[in-house]
């Protein structure tokens, strides 16, 4: 296949149209993709920054209990006062217990634990399953050992401790036991400020959680970890409290930009994790440290939400569907706005082309967009020009020629046959002679005296000698016959068509006495006579030269005998 | 717990565990093949032993006494010529007829070794029947750590950790076993690892009095350290021995440390010969070569181990190693511990 221009230019702006409406699209979708994912990104901060703040109030809230408990006189009163009132005491405190773990389905355990007695737990509540519990007697347990009871007896009078986030191992602790769990306790000090035992809360970190994410879309992710990174929650149970079973599995090595928010050298980090177990489905994730204000043995955790970037993008989707249409269109518009294009740009062309192609003598150029005003216009003027040129030129050579041919082949002066002319006629005659076997009859002309008139009057009178000659002799013999002139004063005639010998004569004798005629030049008679001599096919030759030379002899045969006569080759 | 060299498992180790984990296939005779903890059979070592021996080793490291024992039972041992294991641990590998005995005679080297290595017999589960099963190279003991601000003269016996002076001051560590053990030798039983049936209730009460002691329980290195100089605890069971030592030490916290006269309990790593060994004289060679000086010495430098040849300066000569040995009912110092650690008095701990 041949590519033609049109094809050409037209495949290359239909290119260009494509390419610049794909990456047109292309550069759109992924600027309305990294704006979604960045404004997902900001989403996830936001949804990361109110679960933190809710994780505050859960805290604060727990926190306004364990004050109200601490100052309750009951608490008090059972940690300093006679062991007789301590059973009513217990009972209230019980009682209150009870009424704020029904209020708080995150409470798993509320403890008044003294001071004394190695920390012995003096009220408890438990939660189990559905119910709550009152842990009596030998199952209270001592717990001075325990960094809450021992940290929070060193607090001031109306501060919160917190404790790390852990898993619950104390045993006995009914539904708390082997939960994540975070301790909050409270002292409880008598008028002297001395504390004389704590209030405790255990939270159910993962129901308290579960509830903060139950309001967050499905798929996003919630993700705890402690001050050194350890998990807490994860959507993934078995990387949680990776330390507790010996194997620590760190956020910051399952994405690794929050070794910084570990480091403490940023508050908050957003991040694409897209490698290691996120290989298969990237995740877009938002963390922060929440810093904790309270006495703990942690300083901040760290939360984190992520959504997969699948979920993301999938919203780009629709986004991605409409921009392709768009550069589709664009792209095909352009596609035929190219086609348009090029087949504007050719069509004249080919036009011109056709037009051109068909140029000749005969036929000139037609259908050239002569009006046009652009290039194509001026293009087409230019060919019609030249075309007129050429036709022009064609014509005066086609005119020389013909002169050329006439020249060649006629005698300029009288306008006779030439000897080139003669000789052709004379083999045709032949030929068609010897074919049909008829006679041919050749005679030689020789103007007598033609030097003396030469002499007398001048060349002028020669010339116009011979040319009267010539009308003579063409008016004496038949259209068919050729009357030639071989140069000088020499003539020829060719009588063609088959004449009876006997009639020869009188042809000769017709033509001697056209002679007769008076021809003036410039007012003075001259007398012309001629001489003619005649041969004949086949009798004299059966060739040109032998018919020519034996008509030439007769001739001088003639001439030398009388002159002004004819004579035939073979005297007979 | 207590196989403190999990401390080196570093994942760089991983490619090398993998690739020397195909070596064995292509073992020949004069090729050793050994099974060791990273840390124990450094390169450069590596290299000095071929270069006078003319031989090639190969090296498999492992992590946990489970691998360990999982890479040796793989062939019955035929994959090993020579293995690093604990003195606990080996009594299995005894039982299983996994290790040979070893010919002492081929480890003159053994001669430069402390008094208290040399004496084989002394050290429990390392002689059977008469016949020696492994060479000790080196130990971690659980000593006391003391804060010299706080405890003037260095603690004596283990009984300090309940001296009523130090209440709320103690720091202990989180594990059934070794307390019940720390319980056992407290009350002056000859075995601390074998608890007969009527001593339960006494180790138990005597717990329950370390736990109203205690200012509380660490189970890392780190958290220890901190809790120490948070809490400004007087007294510490170094469960990780030395190497707490040096952190409290480059932490600025002005500390001693003690050896009890009961004796620390310890861990103690030696080298053993597989039974199934092609090159049993190779064997004995590089268990002979890892006793020289210079390895020894890497050993204290580069790992921050004990060797068994010079004592190291925190230990004097008489200080007491026991060596750790299994306990009898691993299940019920787990159960019992837990309640202890819960805060239940002696009523709920031996309640059925």
Redesign the interface.
Known sequence: MKWGLAARLGSVLALVSLLMAGMTGLYAYQVARDLLVQAAKDELMTATHVIARRVSDIRQDASRDLQLLARYPASLALLQGPPSSQGSQAEQLSTLFELMMRDNPAYFQMRLISASDYGLERVRVDRDGDNLLRVQGDDLQEKSHYPYVSDTLHLPAGSTYLSRIVINHERGAHAGLGQPTVLLASPVTNARGQALGVIVINMDLKGAFNRLASDLPAEFKLFLANQQGDFLIHPDNSKTFGFDTGRRVLMQDEFPATRALVEGQVSQVMLEANAGTHASTPMVAAFMANQIRVTSSDSAIFLGLAQPRSSVLNRSHALGLTILQIAGGLGLAGFALALLLARWVTRPLNTMSKAVAAFSTAQPIVGLPLSRQDEIGQLARSFDHMQQQIHQQFTELQANRQELEHLARFDALTGLPNRRLLMERLDNALERAKRTQTPLAVMFIDMDHFKAINDRWGHDAGDAALQWVARQLLEHTRKTDTVARLGGDEFVVLLDSPVPVDQLASIAQKLLDGMREPWFFEGHLCNIEFSIGISLYPQDGDTVDALLSSADAAMYRVKTASRNDFGFALQR | ?LTCATPFLNWRWLPLLCLVGWLPLLASADTLRVLSWPGYADADLVKAFEARTGSQVSITFIDSDEALWERVNQNQGQDFDVLAVNTAELQRYIQAALVGPIDTAQVPNTARQLPRFRQLGSISGLVHQGRVYGVPYTYAEMGLIYDRQQIKAPPSSVTALWDPRYR?KVLLYNSSSHNFSLAAQSLGHSNPFQLGTGQWPAAVDRLIAL??N????YT?PDESVQLFRQ?RAALMLANYGSQQLQLLRSAGVDVGYAIPKEGALAWLDIWAVTRQTKNAALAHAWINFLLEPAPSQALVARQGLANTVAEPPYLHPKDRMVWLEPVENSLRRQQLW??I?????V??VLAP
């Open positions: 717990m709320g736990r109203r205690a200012l509380g329980f890392q809490k837990e309640r650690y819960s805060g239940d008095r009523a709920r």
